[in-house]
């Protein structure tokens, strides 16, 4: 004999009335700081560091990959270095769309990030 599954209003009452504990209030403690908000746009200078410290993982896995080939590896480490690029590459593109640059750079950012699709 299979058991029954209680009816869903019988559910719905024991999780509102929290399975028949007391009726004891509890105060939650006040946030410590403010809900996050939108970030605020990178200044240029900001802009040219960040780009820079973005991309460096993919230029290094980039560089090392090229330096595997150029010394003739074998195919096993330029697979794995062909594959630290593709991942570098996907990461790099993710924290790219992720930063909000200034207005100065959104059209080339806008056409890098259209390039990497």
């Known amino acids: ?3 029954r599954l209680a009816p869903p209003a019988l559910v719905l009452a024991l999780l509102l009335t929290g399975c028949g504990g007391g009726t004891e209030q509890v105060a939650l403690p006040a946030p410590s700081s403010p ?14 560091g960040r780009y820079l410290s973005l991309v460096a ?5 980039r560089d090392e990959l090229a330096e595997a080939m150029k010394a003739g590896r074998e195919w096993r480490t330029v697979r794995e270095r062909a594959g630290a690029v593709a991942a570098a590459n996907a990461a790099c593109a993710e924290q ?3 930063t909000r640059w200034p207005a100065a750079v959104q059209a080339p950012m806008t056409a890098l990030l259209a390039e990497h699709e």
């Open 1 to 3: 004999m299979r058991p």
């Open 96 to 98: 790219l769309r992720g």
């Open 57 to 61: 993982p993919y230029d290094i896995a």
């Open 35 to 48: 809900p996050p908000s939108t970030p605020v746009p990178l200044t240029v200078k900001e802009a040219k």
